[in-house]
């Protein structure tokens, strides 16, 4: 990894230490060229932090891990009570995660999607809709260095599966409150 300088009067806020590389995002069936993509982590008072805290909890609030195949099934929690144990939850496993972002190159507040893992273990990795398909999260899990094959995530969504069909996850959420 190497640090470039991205200073300019809009984005002030983004240190030459948050910018971790710049990628590029291959051809795919959205997109027929390579588009650039700017890969930085978030800092301590930056406005993404909040947007990682909120599509996630969303995320998992609208694709519950729970089975709900069976006759026999307590429901989930309410709705607002889900969210705000998972924001909660996810404050203390974000202190001790790694968190990419993946921006414009043009504007770096501009975050198109992220990646938080954990060493070897994926928490979560989301990109907004209106990029989806475009190679960005594939871009992005690369960029987290977890190794191909099996791959250990505390958080299980119908998203991650149909985003990437051919990887084999392995869910334990116990992970997710180690060290918490």
């Not at 990109?127 to 960005?136: D, L, W, Y």
Request: glycine share 6%.
């Amino acid at each position: 990894m190497h640090t470039i300088q991205l200073m300019t009067e809009k984005s002030s806020m983004i240190t030459t230490d948050s910018v971790v590389d710049r990628g590029i995002v291959y051809p795919s069936h959205r997109n027929e060229e390579q588009i650039g993509i700017l890969l930085r982590k978030p800092e301590p008072d930056d406005r993404a932090i909040r947007f990682v805290l909120d599509s996630w909890c969303k995320t998992v609030a609208a694709e519950p891990p729970w089975d709900f195949s069976s006759t026999r099934h307590t429901p989930p929690p309410p709705h607002p009570l889900l969210i705000y144990e998972h924001d909660t939850l996810l404050k203390k496993i974000i202190r001790n995660s790694s968190i990419t972002l993946a921006c414009d190159p043009d504007d770096p507040d501009t975050v198109w999607g992220y990646v938080c893992c954990d060493g070897e273990l994926l928490h979560f990795i989301y990109v907004k809709s209106a990029f989806r398909g475009f190679g960005i999260g594939g871009c992005l899990l690369r960029s987290a260095g977890i190794p191909k094959g099996k791959m250990m995530i505390s958080h299980k969504t119908e998203s991650l599966f149909t985003a990437f069909p051919n990887i084999r996850f392995f869910y334990n959420p116990y992970r997710m409150i180690y060290g918490t």
